[in-house]
């Protein structure tokens, strides 16, 4: 798959109208692009995005490009290290060197066998498939709830990638009834880490639909 955010969004419209025209199979990355356009370019200039999971930047890059403020967390040392190199002294950018849960607490994050190679992207505070031969390192994990409820304004959009720890933030959300104070929410779940996921994010689901919640998206990616 080609890398998010590699065309411009002029480019990535015109694409992505040429895929409804001819009805071609469309690229899940293009399809995320779309998603995050659909609510970053609605959301108010200046607002924050929080982008949990951050990774190397590519959807703090984009948030960037549209006028919003990002802050970023990323526990991997090796996306972290890209991370703070690509927007370490950006203005509109405050990068957190932690990961984010339902509860404060110190962890064993475990990384996949490949990251320092690059495959960040499958590290996690869930041990799991890839991370058999890996590295693991404790990091700090933050109470999402009080982080949110410590700043001065709540985001206007916040985007998750964070590898099955996106169940338990979404239930101390919709607990605390933050998401009503968010603009928007773009969630990529992890159902196939394990039956104790799939059922607390099929929960989460059905909360969703009986409440009629709309600024929750669960199919990012």
């Given at each position: 798959m080609p890398e998010?955010?590699?065309?411009?969004?002029?480019?990535?419209?015109?694409?992505?109208?040429?895929?409804?025209?001819?009805?071609?199979?469309?690229?899940?990355?293009?399809?995320?692009?779309?998603?995050?356009?659909?609510?970053?370019?609605?959301?108010?200039?200046?607002?924050?995005?929080?982008?949990?999971?951050?990774?190397?930047?590519?959807?703090?890059g984009a948030a960037l490009r549209l006028g919003l403020k990002v802050i970023a967390f990323e526990p991997d040392p090796h996306a972290l290290a890209i991370l703070t190199r690509r927007f370490g002294t950006h203005p509109d950018v405050e990068i957190i060197p932690k990961a984010a849960g339902a509860v404060a607490r110190t962890a064993r994050f475990y990384r996949h066998r490949n990251a320092d190679s690059g495959n960040t992207a499958g590290s996690s505070?869930?041990?799991?498939?890839?991370?058999?031969?890996?590295?693991?390192?404790?990091?700090?994990?933050?109470?999402?709830?009080?982080?949110?409820?410590?700043?001065?304004?709540?985001p206007s959009i916040v985007k998750m990638d964070i590898e099955g720890s996106e169940a338990e933030c979404l239930e101390a959300i919709l607990g605390a009834g933050l998401h009503k104070s968010i603009g928007a929410f773009l969630v990529e779940t992890h159902d196939r880490l394990s039956p104790t996921i799939a059922n607390r994010l099929d929960r989460i689901r059905a909360r969703i639909a009986e409440e009629n919640i709309q600024n929750i998206n669960l199919e990012w990616i």
């Amino acid at each position: 798959m080609p890398e998010m955010f590699s065309e411009a969004y002029l480019e990535n419209t015109l694409r992505w109208h040429l895929y409804r025209r001819w009805r071609r199979r469309r690229n899940l990355y293009r399809v995320a692009e779309r998603m995050f356009y659909h609510v970053a370019l609605r959301a108010p200039k200046g607002s924050t995005f929080l982008d949990l999971g951050a990774n190397v930047g590519l959807v703090t890059g984009a948030a960037l490009r549209l006028g919003l403020k990002v802050i970023a967390f990323e526990p991997d040392p090796h996306a972290l290290a890209i991370l703070t190199r690509r927007f370490g002294t950006h203005p509109d950018v405050e990068i957190i060197p932690k990961a984010a849960g339902a509860v404060a607490r110190t962890a064993r994050f475990y990384r996949h066998r490949n990251a320092d190679s690059g495959n960040t992207a499958g590290s996690s505070l869930i041990e799991t498939t890839g991370h058999e031969d890996g590295t693991s390192t404790i990091v700090e994990v933050v109470d999402l709830v009080d982080f949110l409820k410590g700043r001065q304004a709540m985001p206007s959009i916040v985007k998750m990638d964070i590898e099955g720890s996106e169940a338990e933030c979404l239930e101390a959300i919709l607990g605390a009834g933050l998401h009503k104070s968010i603009g928007a929410f773009l969630v990529e779940t992890h159902d196939r880490l394990s039956p104790t996921i799939a059922n607390r994010l099929d929960r989460i689901r059905a909360r969703i639909a009986e409440e009629n919640i709309q600024n929750i998206n669960l199919e990012w990616i």
